[in-house]
Nanobody, 129 residues
Framework: QVQLVESGGGSVQAGGSLRLSCAASGYTYSSNCMGWFRQAPGKEREGVAAIYTTGGSTYYSDSVKGRFTISQDNAKNTVYLQMNSLKPEDTAMYYC??????????????????????WGQGTQVTVSS
C-alpha cells in the first residue's frame, strides 16, 4: 500500500523559512515524479513544485519560483520542499503526491494534480505578517 507522510509544517513569520518532508513507503519501484501541492481555504489546489526523480528535473509555479526548492533523497525515499522568504499568501495545507510508481512514465504536466495518483494527508503552513 503506497503511503506518503508529510511533516515539517508549522507557523512562521513572513520572511522566515520552513522545510517540508514527504516520506514515501509501500512500493517497490521508484516513482518517476513527485510533487508538492497546496490548498488554501476557499481556493483550488495549486501545484507548487515537482521533481522528475530519475533525471532530477524540477518544476515550479511562478508564485514560488526563486523561493522554494524541491529536492529528493532516494536512499530515504523522501522528497523535501525548502521554503524561504515565506509570505502570508503561502499559508495553506501542503500535500505531497506521487504518480503511479508502477507505471514507467513522466507526466507531461507535472504541476497538474490530475497527473498524480497517491496523496499524503497534508501538513499545515501558516505565515503571519
Amino acid at each position: 500500500q503506497v503511503q506518503l507522510v508529510e511533516s515539517g509544517g508549522g507557523s512562521v513569520q513572513a520572511g522566515g523559512s520552513l522545510r517540508l518532508s514527504c516520506a514515501a513507503s509501500g512500493y517497490t519501484y521508484s516513482s518517476n515524479c513527485m510533487g508538492w501541492f497546496r490548498q488554501a481555504p476557499g481556493k483550488e489546489r495549486e501545484g507548487v513544485a515537482a521533481i522528475y526523480t530519475t533525471g532530477g528535473s524540477t518544476y515550479y509555479s511562478d508564485s514560488v519560483k526563486g523561493r522554494f526548492t524541491i529536492s529528493q533523497d532516494n536512499a530515504k525515499n523522501t522528497v523535501y520542499l525548502q521554503m524561504n522568504s515565506l509570505k502570508p499568501e503561502d499559508t495553506a495545507m501542503y500535500y505531497c503526491a506521487t504518480v503511479d510508481p508502477y507505471r514507467d512514465y513522466e507526466p507531461a504536466r507535472p504541476l497538474s494534480s490530475d497527473s498524480y495518483v497517491y496523496w499524503g494527508q497534508g501538513t499545515q503552513v501558516t505565515v503571519s505578517s
